[in-house]
T-cell receptor, first 116, second 117 residues
Framework: GAGVSQSPSNKVTEKGKDVELRCDPI?????LYWYRQRLGQGLEFLIY????????KSGLPSDRFSAERTGESVSTLTIQRTQQEDSAVYLC??????????????FGPGTRLTVT | AQKVTQAQTEISVVEKEDVTLDCVYE???????LFWYKQPPSGELVFLIR??????QNEISGRYSWNFQKSTSSFNFTITASQVVDSAVYFC??????????????FGTGTRLKVLA
């Protein structure tokens, strides 16, 4: 079946503009995660959805970042007033169960965001 | 607090050598899960293995093997007879419950493995 998809694959934006990143998880996966990966770095957890609710938003770096999920499916990560330090690859993953329940995560190919 | 440490930032080996990637974790949970993921140069992370905290039996899958030792809080990954296609960044991860009762999925910083022909 189809894996996790993300769009756009690449996004170049000017500093100060808003961007919206989209994630389509695997059908039936109730848990969805967003991570940020700066060049050559590890994964930085941003937010986790269980269904449509977000029990863990602890990783969002500032109030410029927000995310939502509708219909236990698509999720969007929005970054307002982008800054150059927001440049990174944004990864989305989904799993059958929530965090702590042992479900492996399936990752999308990521969105490479470049803020000029 | 939960933590995953991958002290080796980068390892280079010559093809056909064996290599072990270290992973040390911290958790107060009695029930937790450990994972290894591979991120090849193409960028997409791929799940390799999951172990739960009650199963310390080592696992072998082809050239890959994993050694889980609760006594040392380690979950090491060994590649036998490495190949160039094994070149990637490998991440160790921990899934469990935090002290505040929420669930957490924590990744280590990754180990970049370079296998030279």
């Amino acid at each position: 079946g189809a894996g996790v998809s993300q769009s756009p694959s690449n996004k170049v934006t000017e500093k100060g503009k808003d961007v919206e990143l989209r994630c389509d998880p695997i059908s039936g996966h109730t848990a969805l995660y967003w991570y940020r990966q700066r060049l050559g770095q590890g994964l930085e957890f941003l937010i986790y959805f269980q269904g449509n609710s977000a029990p863990d938003k602890s990783g969002l770096p500032s109030d410029r970042f927000s995310a939502e999920r509708t219909g236990e499916s698509v999720s969007t990560l929005t970054i307002q007033r982008t800054q150059q330090e927001d440049s990174a690859v944004y990864l989305c993953a989904s799993s059958l169960g929530g965090q702590g329940r042992g479900g492996e995560q399936y990752f999308g190919p990521g969105t490479r965001l470049t803020v000029t | 607090a939960q933590k995953v440490t991958q002290a080796q930032t980068e390892i280079s080996v010559v093809e056909k050598e064996d290599v072990t990637l270290d992973c040390v974790y911290e958790t107060r949970d009695t029930t937790y899960y450990l994972f290894w993921y591979k991120q090849p140069p193409s960028g997409e992370l791929v799940f390799l293995i999951r172990r739960n905290s009650f199963d310390e039996q080592n696992e072998i899958s082809g050239r890959y093997s994993w050694n889980f030792q609760k006594s040392t809080s380690s979950f090491n990954f060994t590649i036998t007879a490495s190949q160039v296609v094994d070149s990637a960044v490998y991440f160790c991860a921990l899934s469990g419950v935090t002290t505040s009762g929420t669930y957490k999925y924590i990744f280590g910083t990754g180990t970049r493995l370079k296998v030279l022909a």
